[in-house]
């Protein structure tokens, strides 16, 4: 994945604003579609939560 940082608004929860974000991709609501940025720490949570979900869903036997 490559980080494009930009300055703006972070979209997952911690209404962060001017702040620097990473785009994460379109989110899709309704037949809209929206940029949705992310700042370094929700990042990091977002990373976080989804290696959680990955370790979860490896088979046991490796
Ligand atoms: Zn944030």
């Known amino acids: ?5 930009v ?10 604003t001017g702040v ?4 994460l991709g379109p989110l899709q609501w309704d037949g809209q579609h929206a940029p949705v ?3 370094k720490p929700c ?3 977002l990373k976080a939560q989804a290696l959680a979900y ?6 046991a036997a490796v």
């Open 20 to 23: 620097p974000v990473i785009w």
């Open 43 to 45: 990042l990091d949570r």
């Open 1 to 5: 994945m490559q980080e494009h940082w």
């Open 7 to 16: 300055t703006g608004d972070c979209w997952l929860g911690c209404e962060r």
């Open 54 to 59: 990955f370790m979860q869903r490896r088979p």
């Open 37 to 39: 940025h992310a700042c």
